[in-house]
């Protein structure tokens, strides 16, 4: 790969990871992730804001590129850590090697990490919240935008040419082509905004009150350019990132959009059966947004970005000896650490000798702050009555959900 301009002395450092890894070792990538390390050149000074982990040939792809640019071994003067992810900064070991006097600028929280992750002391200077740092002809200012989604996160803002550095905020999955929004094909579009949902909701959403805190800090900061850590970068509408992001951080408090995701998994296909009403009952309500998945076949990466805009969840398990099906009980895990919250909730499931799933479930319902509107429960295949009761329960949620100003 090579290094993008993106204005004179300032260049973009993007590395790819491919689809066969899983990003965090948890959420799948099939298309994959970009990870993007950045160089300001000034008179007097250099400095690499973020970089990369040695992880599926990056760190080969980011030195190349700094090769290309003609950067020496010891012509960092300063290294950025935005964010002490090991993606962002699993090389540093390295860096410091090349460039025994560059220091390692960082918000105070990272200072501990630093030492725990690298075991580096040395050269490691704290800045403070709207700190500057001259370069010569080049400034850097730095902002603490703590949890967005490490305690020890900011972000940098370079004041003469208006671009902001901000490391994991606005960022997406996938990869591109096409460097920044006013190049991307309308392919990558159709691939970029579903991947950043995605990614929101798999790394961001449980620190959205954060994520509004940090937008809402730089609200006077003229932002012409911004360069997140993963992903494109924004220069013709920096102002769709932030407002993409806004909304998907208000979805925390409710604003969420009039749409339903059901989830179900069945042994026999006994819960199964009862399915297609529930997904009847929801599209009876013009206006009202299904979305269908089927677990453990689908993982709740997938699943995670579509109830995290949904108003309304129904969740379709059997009893698995005594207890709820394992494989959706993860499911709900993971809704809750995502802080999925205060939607409209239903339930349905078959058992065999006896039921137990509903005990299991209402946990999440009260730590989730669900309002639960009931549940179809029934022994072995369902019946008529049962199914009607599944088309009524889902059609009523829908009608809830549609009426909600």
């Known amino acids: 790969m090579n290094p993008d301009k993106i204005v004179n002395n300032v260049y973009r450092l993007p590395a790819t990871v491919c689809c066969k890894e899983l990003f965090e070792g948890i959420w799948p990538i099939p298309n994959g992730v970009m990870i993007n390390s950045y160089l300001v050149k000034g008179s007097n000074k250099t400095v690499l804001i973020d970089y990369v982990k040695d992880w599926d040939g990056a760190k080969a792809l980011v030195d190349s590129e700094l090769d290309q640019l003609k950067i020496e071994e010891n012509d960092i003067d300063y290294f950025v850590v935005n964010h002490m992810e090991p993606d962002h900064t699993g090389a540093i070991v390295d860096i410091v090697k090349k460039n025994p006097n560059a220091k390692i600028l960082c918000s105070k929280k990272a200072v501990p990490l630093i030492e725990a992750f690298y075991g580096i002391k040395e050269n490691i200077h704290v800045v403070e919240d709207g700190e500057t740092l001259d370069l010569g002809e080049k ?3 730095f902002f603490m935008t703590p949890n967005v989604h490490w305690p020890e996160t900011m972000m940098t803002y370079l004041i003469e040419d208006k671009i902001l550095f901000s490391c994991d905020a606005f960022g997406a999955y996938g990869i591109y082509k096409n460097s920044f929004d006013d190049q991307l094909t309308e392919k990558e579009w159709a691939l970029l905004l579903p991947e950043t949902e995605r990614y929101f909701a798999n790394i961001i959403s449980s620190f959205s009150a954060f994520c509004e805190k940090a937008i809402k800090k730089l609200e006077s900061v003229d932002v012409s350019i911004i360069c997140p850590s993963h992903g494109i970068m924004w220069r013709k509408n920096p102002e769709k990132a932030i407002g993409l992001y806004s909304k998907l951080a208000s979805y925390a408090k409710g604003k969420r959009e009039k749409e339903i995701t059901i989830v179900w998994s069945s042994m026999y296909g006994n819960t199964k059966a009862i399915l297609d ?18 677990v453990p076949q689908t993982h709740e990466s997938f699943i995670l970005e579509k109830a995290w805009r949904s108003e309304g969840l129904i969740v379709g398990m059997p009893t698995y000896e005594y207890k709820m099906f394992p494989p959706m009980y993860t499911v709900l895990d993971q809704m809750d650490r995502s802080h999925i919250t205060n939607r409209k909730i239903a339930r349905f499931g078959s058992y065999g000798w006896s039921g137990g799933a509903l005990k299991q479930f209402l946990p999440f319902v009260e730590s989730m702050k669900l309002d639960f509107l009931g549940e179809v429960e029934y022994q072995g295949y369902p019946s008529d009555e049962d199914k009607k009761k599944a088309f009524d329960l889902a059609a009523r949620m829908a009608k809830e959900i549609l009426e909600e100003k």
Do not use: A, R
């Open 139 to 141: 400034t850097l200012q």
């Open 277 to 294: 009403s529930f997904i009847d009952g929801v599209e009876s309500v013009p206006g009202v947004k299904c979305y269908v998945f089927q």
